[in-house]
Structure formats: C-alpha cells, structure tokens
C-alpha cells in the first residue's frame, strides 16, 4: 500500500511540476509574442495613410492659424508605429522647429509611470494597495490622515484637498534636517494637513497625494526617485531620453532639445513664452505629481508595455493582474453627469469603453486603447491653445481599415 501510495505522490509532483513548467513557457512564449515598437506603414498596421495625413494636417492648420505652437503627434497600432510628425516650433523666437524627437515637459504624464514604479515595489512585496500610509511616514499617524492608504493615493479618492504641489514656504534647512527641502520631508507635511473627507468616498484630483507616493518610493526602493524610474524602467526599456530634471547637465546634454512652454499671450496676442530651455527648475527637487521629462518615441515605448500586459521585449516589468488593477476603474470621476461615465484607476483615467490615458497640464496627451491595440500621443507644449486632440482622435478611429 505504501508503495502505492508513494508512487501517487510521485504522479502528482510530476503532474504539479508539468503544470508549473506549462505555465513557466506559456509565459515566455507570450513574452516572446508581445509587440516591440517598429515602424511601419498605415496599410501594415490596416490603416488608410490618407485618413492619417487628414488627422495631422488638423494640426499644420492650428499653427498656421496660431492656435498652437507647435506639436509632435504619434499613432502605433499593434506595436507598428503608423504615424510620427512634428508640426510647427519648438522655439519659436529662434526659429526652432519642433523636431520628432523634441523632449517634452510631460507634467501629470508622470503619474502612470509614478504609479508604475509603485505596482513594481508592491511585487516585490515592499509595499501594498492597502498600506495605510502612517505606517511608513509617521507624521501622518493622526486621526486627520491616519486611514488614507496607497490605493487611495494612487486613484486619487484620499480625501486630501491640499490645491498646491507642496505646502509653502518650503522646509528650510536646519541642524535636524539640513537638506531640506526634499520629497520626503515635504510629503510628511501633508500628513499635518491631512483629509478633509473620508478616504475612498470621493474622487479629488490631487497632486499633493502622488507626491507622497513618490516619497513612499524613495522609502522602500531606497533610492531617490528619478534613480529609481531610470533604473527599473527607462534604461531596461530603453526610454533613453527619459529624464527628471530641467537641467543641461542632469540630461546628458539634451536641453536644447526641449521645446519652450506657450502659458498665454501677450498684450499683442503673440504666444509668449512661460518656461524656457535654461530657466530654473519650478521646484527645486525631484517630484512624483510631474517633472517626467521625455519624447514621444520614449513614451509610446511605456504605453506599449502596458498594451502587452507588462512585458516589453522579453523582459515582464508587470504582471498582467497589476496591469489590470491598474487599468481598470476604481472610483468615477463624474458622479452625476449626464454625459459618459469617466473613471480613474491606479495612475491611468479610464473611460467607459475600456480605453486609458492620461494628460499633462503642459500640453501632453496618451491615450491607449486595447480593443484596437491602439495608442495615440499628441504632445504639444501650448495647454491653452486650441488643440483638435478630440477630431483627431476621430480620424485616427475612422483611418481603422480592419
């Protein structure tokens, strides 16, 4: 009977060894299937050219109107990248055309990449969703901030309604903390401030609350925040113009690659410019709510990641559960509207149909679709232009041949 019994035991650890050995190749085999970015042409990815080049010229007639200044737009369908042109001035006063590879100031297009670095901690087990954040930042062990939790940072429904980046002044340099102003010091702030309604019962967008998730990175990576991202993401995934400082130095070079940012007008209605290649950094240390400086070959590479479930070129950064956490709605943003519901999940808005993006208030704009394996990016750096991102992304659709 012993006998018996053992060779049963043998037959299942074989048949669970099988079975795990299955799903270690159904994984590198779908590692191996997931799309890397290529060019390609529109009718290579079933997509009509002169549907695409109607979509762009929206753009060359905003530039030439002065609607805008200028602008980089990019289309990929199934890792095939259909659509790369840049339109108009990266400087105008110079006379600078913006270029494809022109670096953007991406502001809240960091929050995905923050909130990736976040979901990549967490598989690591350093971190979880529901860790209340007074456990790892004590300042925020009061009854005020005490029940906020990363989940509730990351979608945006802590309850905290702090309206500016960082409480100001900032920390000044002291015997206790003579490096002040930091990212940590300034997120423990925010716990003296705290929620103003119970967490997780509404949405409040809030850049105060991805700051302090960039300092719960620093915290459990152990590393600054920018050395972090360029380490587990932009190097692997080859983001090489990917950056966290306006400074020539601190970017290999690349500054005047970066396009100038049109705020407003002035009093003659020319487009004036409001932050310049060379001006100081707006805040004096790496942050988590913006600050993402990149181009839109670098990030159409983190959006195909996110359309693969994870994986990028061999190599898997997120599961595809922590990609579908992430994707998918955690909190409605619109309660009580009548037009379609709108969602925000872990780092990404969500809409109704399934499609996530997320914008930046200096002009920046993803959007990914998964149904069509679809992502379009329309980088501008005028936020208060008149930009036809929606008509465009209605050419885009209609330039869908399949």
């Given amino acids: 009977m012993r006998k018996v019994k053992d060779c049963m035991h043998f037959v299942l650890a074989l048949s669970v060894l099988a079975g795990a050995l299955g799903t ?7 590692a191996a299937q997931a799309p890397v970015v290529t060019r390609a042409t529109p009718a290579e990815a079933g997509m009509s050219a002169g549907v695409l080049g109607g979509a762009v010229a929206l753009y060359e007639e905003a530039v030439a109107k002065d609607e805008l200044v200028g602008a980089v737009l990019l289309v990929a369908r199934g890792g095939k990248v259909v659509l790369h042109e840049a339109v108009g001035w990266r400087d105008q006063a110079r006379g600078l ?3 494809p590879n022109t670096l953007f ?3 809240s297009n960091t929050k995905p990449v923050v909130a990736t670095g976040i979901a990549m901690l967490l598989e690591d087990d350093k971190l979880a969703y529901d860790d209340l954040v007074r456990e790892h930042i004590p300042e925020w062990d009061n009854y005020r901030a005490g029940f906020v939790n990363i989940g509730h940072l990351l979608s945006h429904s802590s309850g905290l309604r702090i309206p500016t980046l960082f409480l100001q002044p900032y920390m000044q340099p002291s015997a206790a903390h003579p490096d002040a102003p930091t990212l940590q010091l300034e997120a423990a702030r925010f716990g003296e401030v705290g929620a103003e309604v119970t967490p997780g019962t509404s949405y409040s967008y809030n850049n105060p609350g991805y700051n302090t998730l960039g300092a719960l990175t620093e915290m459990a990576s152990g590393m600054p925040l920018d050395a972090y991202l360029d380490q587990e993401l932009y190097t692997p995934l080859g983001m090489h113009d990917s950056y966290h400082h306006e400074i020539d130095e601190k970017m290999d070079g ?3 690659r970066m ?14 410019p409001g932050w310049t290649p060379g001006d100081p950094p ?6 988590a709510s913006g600050g993402m400086i990149s181009t839109a070959e670098d ?7 996110f359309l693969n479930g994870g994986v990028y070129d061999g190599r898997r950064y997120l599961s595809e559960e922590s990609v579908a956490l992430m994707t998918t709605p955690k909190i409605r943003t619109n309660p009580g ?5 709108s969602y925000y999940g872990y780092g990404w808005s969500v809409s109704h149909e399934g499609v996530f993006s997320h914008g930046g208030s200096d002009g920046t704009n993803a959007f990914v679709d998964p149904a069509n394996g679809l992502i379009v990016l329309v980088f501008t750096q005028t936020p208060r232009g008149n930009n036809p991102v929606r008509r465009f992304l209605e050419l885009v659709y209609q330039a869908i041949d399949e």
Avoid: N
Wanted: proline share 6%.
């Fill in 24 to 30: 270690v190749v159904a994984a590198r085999h779908a």
């Fill in 97 to 99: 055309p913006m270029e």
């Fill in 105 to 107: 100031r991406m502001a």
């Fill in 254 to 256: 690349k500054l005047d």
């Fill in 259 to 272: 396009s100038v940012v049109y705020y407003q007008r002035d009093g003659e209605g020319a487009w004036m």
């Fill in 282 to 287: 707006q805040v004096p240390f790496v942050r």
């Fill in 299 to 305: 990030y159409v590479i983190f959006c195909q990641m």
């Fill in 337 to 341: 509207s009548d037009g379609p519901a």
